[in-house]
Nanobody, 126 residues
Framework: QVQLVESGGGLVQAGSSLRLSCAVS????????VGWFRQAPGKEREFVAT????????AYADSVKGRFTISRDNAKNTVYLQMNSLKPVDTAVYYC???????????????????WGQGTQVTVSS
């Protein structure tokens, strides 16, 4: 069983920074690519960032490129999302998700992720 728990969300002003964490409970964390997604009220869930199993490959949505950075610490079974220069449009529930060991590489498609956390709220005020 793979469990993911997000933390680090909160209410911040525009221009501020937050770092989200995703703790993954699984025996071989390094076998799973992990992604971050977000969902704003009334909108569909959208891709934010993803990182490969060994952290050699990453990908970002155009809307966050240059502002957000995804990283992982396989020794701590944790993936991070450093969010800088936050904007009100970044307001959403942020979810982390993990693929399965059989999936190689990285993917931006939500359906390619088999395990999801409960989400953490990020609210950016103007």
């Amino acid at each position: 069983q793979v469990q993911l728990v997000e933390s680090g969300g909160g209410l911040v002003q525009a221009g501020s920074s937050l770092r989200l964490s995703c703790a993954v409970s699984v025996r071989t964390f390094s076998n799973y690519a992990v992604g971050w997604f977000r969902q704003a009220p009334g909108k569909e869930r959208e891709f934010v960032a993803t990182i490969s199993r060994s952290a050699t490959n990453t990908a970002y949505a155009d809307s966050v490129k240059g502002r957000f950075t995804i990283s992982r610490d396989n020794a701590k079974n944790t993936v991070y999302l450093q969010m800088n220069s936050l904007k009100p449009v970044d307001t959403a529930v942020y979810y982390c998700a993990a693929t399965t060991p059989s999936r190689l590489g990285i993917t931006m498609i939500p359906n390619d992720y088999s395990y999801w956390g409960q989400g953490t709220q990020v609210t950016v005020s103007s």
